[in-house]
Structures are given as structure tokens and as C-alpha cells.
């Protein structure tokens, strides 16, 4: 049996290194009351006193300065361990752990909300339900969830870790080799189940035919744009069915929205396909709804 190489839990990017992040447990890792002054609380900068820790220094992982302070240095050296400074990374500790822990990276809705208080939406429980129940039809089931919106696809993945169900997510600001990984993953691991994506970042260009259910969370204004996502896993190739399913919310603007893709759609069919039986469909009205 082959070993695996351990990967990101996210990204699936190879791990390399292993930070030991000092400078953000009790005591600050200085014991020594005059190293950051006698009325100094433990998580304020050693330089300054004043300001919180809030700068990550790297590849040495100390953290016992503020970037203010960490910017004003002569030298481009560690002020604790004199070890060369390569990057230097703004954290934040406001998140009710009074300094214990360095939130660093792009920021998640999940990191603004108090989870344990958070109340779910129907979209989003529509959508874990079908994943759920299509599992249970099939337990090698793949899928792809769609939507135009980051913060949807955080929740919609913190919803599917509850349930128990492994999901990746490729999104326009991950870097190429972080979006290789995490395509790899979706389709050589048998346990990751959905890749969650964006519209933009996911809608064209890939070849997906592992999946055989493909999730739209919002209505897109452009219709072709949903046909060219669901495509991903619809191919030529594609040796399964694959069920496509819209989610739209009753009494929203995405009902507007779907009368506009079925308007703009009737249109096409009318002129570029020349079928008169789709232009007979459209009104005066609709005309002037499309063009107004």
C-alpha cells in the first residue's frame, strides 16, 4: 500500500514546513517580567508595550511585536532570535481569544460569526438535504455546487463538514497550484464527495465527469453562463446520468432573474437557431422587458 503524502485539509496542497507559532500562549513565552515589562499585559508588544501582538514573523514564527513596531526595525533581523526576517504577516487575535490564536490568511465569513449562535437558511439546508439524500442513493455519488457568492460557498462547506460530508472548494482567489491540488483530490480521493465553486472560477474550462450531480445555488443573469457550469460534468464522455438542480427563492429577485434567463433563452432559440415556435412565445411586453 502506497503511503499518501499528507496535504493541506483544504487546499490538499503538499505540506512542507511545520510552524512553531511562539509568542501567543499566556505568558507570551517570556517569563521574564522585565523582558516585556512589569505592567505590561503578556499579549502587548515587547517593543512598544502598547500595541497587541498582531505580527507573525516569518520563517522563525515569533510573535512577540506589533507591525508597527516590526516595520520600524534597521534591520531586517528577528528581534528575539536574530534570525533573518523573509515575510512578515499582519494576524488578528480579535476573534474572543484574547491573543491565543493568529487568524492568518484570507478572511472567512465563518471567522465573523459566532457559529455556535448561527441559524442556517432554507437555500442552504435545501442544498445539504439533496447532497445528503443522493449519498444515500449512491454512496460514490460526486457533486458540484455552484454560486456566484465566497462567503455562500464557506457556509455552505461548514454545513457540509457537520453532515459529515468532505468538500473542497476552488475559488478565484486561491493560487494555481492550491486550485490543481484540490481538482486532484476531487477526483482520485473516493471520500471528498462535492467541490464547491465559484461561477467565474469554476464555470468553463474544466473537465469534471467524475461528478454526476451538479448544484446552481443563484440564478446568473446570462443564462449560457449556468449551461457552460453545469457542462463541467455533462461532457462528451460522461458515462452516468447527471442530474442538474436550480435553486431559486420563492418571492426573491431570483424569480425575476429565471423569467429573464427563460425570456433571453426563447430569443436565442429565435434568432441564432431560427426557430420561429420559440419567437412566437415572446410578447410585445416581454420585448420591452428585455430592452427597457
Same mark, same amino acid.
Given at each position: 500500500?502506497?503511503?499518501?503524502?499528507?496535504?493541506?485539509?483544504?487546499?490538499?496542497?503538499?505540506?512542507?514546513?511545520?510552524?512553531?507559532?511562539?509568542?501567543?500562549?499566556?505568558?507570551?513565552?517570556?517569563?521574564?517580567?522585565? =523582558?516585556?515589562?512589569?505592567?505590561?499585559?503578556?499579549?502587548?508588544?515587547?517593543?512598544?508595550?502598547? $500595541?497587541?501582538?498582531?505580527?507573525?514573523?516569518?520563517?522563525?514564527?515569533?510573535?512577540? /511585536?506589533?507591525?508597527?513596531?516590526?516595520?520600524?526595525?534597521?534591520?531586517?533581523?528577528?528581534?528575539?532570535?536574530?534570525?533573518?526576517?523573509?515575510?512578515?504577516?499582519? /494576524?488578528?487575535?480579535?476573534?474572543?481569544?484574547?491573543?491565543?490564536?493568529? %487568524?492568518?490568511?484570507?478572511?472567512?465569513?465563518?471567522? *465573523?460569526?459566532?457559529?455556535?449562535?448561527?441559524?442556517?437558511?432554507?437555500?442552504?439546508?435545501?442544498?445539504? *438535504?439533496?447532497?445528503?439524500?443522493?449519498?444515500?442513493?449512491?454512496?460514490? =455519488?460526486? =457533486?458540484?455546487?455552484?454560486?456566484?457568492?465566497?462567503?455562500?460557498?464557506?457556509?455552505?462547506?461548514?454545513?457540509?463538514?457537520?453532515?459529515?460530508?468532505? =468538500?473542497?472548494?476552488?475559488?478565484?482567489?486561491?493560487?494555481?497550484? #492550491?486550485?490543481?491540488?484540490?481538482?486532484?483530490?476531487?477526483? /482520485?480521493?473516493?471520500?471528498? *464527495?462535492?467541490?464547491?465553486?465559484?461561477?467565474? #472560477?469554476?464555470?468553463?474550462?474544466?473537465?469534471?465527469?467524475?461528478?454526476?450531480?451538479?448544484?446552481?445555488?443563484?440564478?446568473?443573469?446570462?443564462?449560457?453562463?449556468?449551461?457552460?457550469?453545469?457542462?463541467?460534468?455533462?461532457?462528451?464522455?460522461?458515462?452516468?446520468?447527471?442530474?442538474? %438542480?436550480?435553486?431559486?427563492?420563492?418571492?426573491?429577485?431570483?424569480?425575476?432573474? $429565471?423569467?429573464?434567463?427563460?425570456? *433571453?433563452?426563447?430569443?436565442?432559440?429565435?434568432?441564432?437557431?431560427?426557430?420561429?415556435?420559440?419567437?412566437?412565445?415572446? /410578447?410585445?411586453?416581454?420585448?420591452?422587458?428585455?430592452?427597457?
Amino acid at each position: 500500500m502506497q503511503k499518501r503524502e499528507r496535504s493541506c485539509p483544504v487546499c490538499f496542497v503538499p505540506l512542507s514546513i511545520t510552524l512553531n507559532l511562539r509568542g501567543v500562549d499566556d505568558d507570551g513565552g517570556l517569563s521574564c517580567p522585565t =523582558a516585556r515589562g512589569q505592567n505590561s499585559p503578556p499579549d502587548t508588544c515587547i517593543i512598544c508595550m502598547e $500595541n497587541p501582538r498582531n505580527a507573525l514573523i516569518l520563517p522563525c514564527g515569533h510573535m512577540f /511585536t506589533c507591525m508597527e513596531c516590526c516595520g520600524q526595525l534597521q534591520k531586517r533581523n528577528c528581534p528575539i532570535c536574530r534570525q533573518q526576517i523573509q515575510k512578515v504577516v499582519k /494576524t488578528d487575535g480579535n476573534d474572543g481569544t484574547n491573543g491565543k490564536s493568529a %487568524v492568518v490568511g484570507r478572511k472567512s465569513i465563518l471567522q *465573523k460569526l459566532n457559529m455556535s449562535e448561527f441559524a442556517s437558511s432554507t437555500k442552504v439546508e435545501a442544498v445539504v *438535504k439533496a447532497i445528503g439524500s443522493s449519498q444515500k442513493k449512491e454512496s460514490h =455519488a460526486k =457533486a458540484i455546487v455552484f454560486s456566484q457568492y465566497v462567503t455562500m460557498i464557506d457556509l455552505v462547506e461548514w454545513r457540509l463538514k457537520q453532515q459529515g460530508i468532505r =468538500a473542497v472548494k476552488l475559488v478565484g482567489s486561491m493560487p494555481v497550484t #492550491a486550485r490543481r491540488s484540490t481538482l486532484t483530490a476531487f477526483k /482520485t480521493d473516493p471520500s471528498v *464527495k462535492v467541490v464547491l465553486m465559484s461561477l467565474k #472560477a469554476g464555470g468553463e474550462g474544466l473537465n469534471l465527469q467524475e461528478a454526476t450531480h451538479v448544484y446552481v445555488l443563484e440564478p446568473w443573469w446570462n443564462p449560457a453562463v449556468e449551461m457552460q457550469a453545469i457542462q463541467r460534468a455533462h461532457r462528451i464522455g460522461q458515462q452516468n446520468k447527471v442530474t442538474a %438542480v436550480r435553486f431559486i427563492t420563492k418571492d426573491t429577485i431570483e424569480e425575476k432573474k $429565471n423569467q429573464l434567463q427563460e425570456k *433571453k433563452r426563447l430569443v436565442f432559440e429565435g434568432t441564432v437557431d431560427c426557430k420561429a415556435a420559440s419567437l412566437a412565445q415572446l /410578447t410585445e411586453d416581454d420585448l420591452r422587458f428585455l430592452f427597457h
